[in-house]
């Protein structure tokens, strides 16, 4: 379904015309074309059904696990200053884990700990 398709839909539902309803008024005002304008750009900028939301969303926060996973799993462990850090030691894929989950290298373990906390979902 196109763009204009998705707004003529959304327009024949919620009322908006800009020929005589059943009523027998005319709906062309400024606050309704404000509405399909707004609605136009929402649905060009890629609006997607809330379950198509929710599914990327689950996806994220599952691959977000993963990656944390990784980086308990494999990530070199030493001290730096008398606190237990982790680090990549050039790895990688590693890094990218790093840097997906926004963690500096080396990283102590209690801010990592901190770091993935702070963001549960």
């Known amino acids: 379904m196109t763009t204009s398709d998705k707004l003529r839909e959304f327009a024949d539902k ?7 309803t059943d009523e027998g008024f005319l709906i062309d005002n400024d606050r309704t074309r404000q509405c399909l304008s707004d609605l136009t750009a929402l649905i060009s900028e890629g609006y997607v059904e809330k379950a198509k939301y929710d599914e990327a969303v689950r996806q994220r926060d599952e691959l977000r696990e993963a990656l944390i996973d990784m980086v ?25 884990a790093f840097s997906a989950l926004g ?19």
Do not use: H, R
Request: proline fraction near 2%; hydrophobic fraction near 35%.
């Open 14 to 20: 919620w009322g908006f015309s800009q020929d005589k």
């Open 103 to 121: 963690l500096s290298d080396p990283i102590t373990v209690e801010d990592f700990e901190a770091a993935i906390k702070n963001t549960d979902g």
């Open 72 to 96: 308990w799993q494999f990530a070199y462990e030493g001290t730096k200053n008398g606190k237990g850090v982790m680090y990549t030691g050039g790895l990688s894929a590693l890094e990218g």
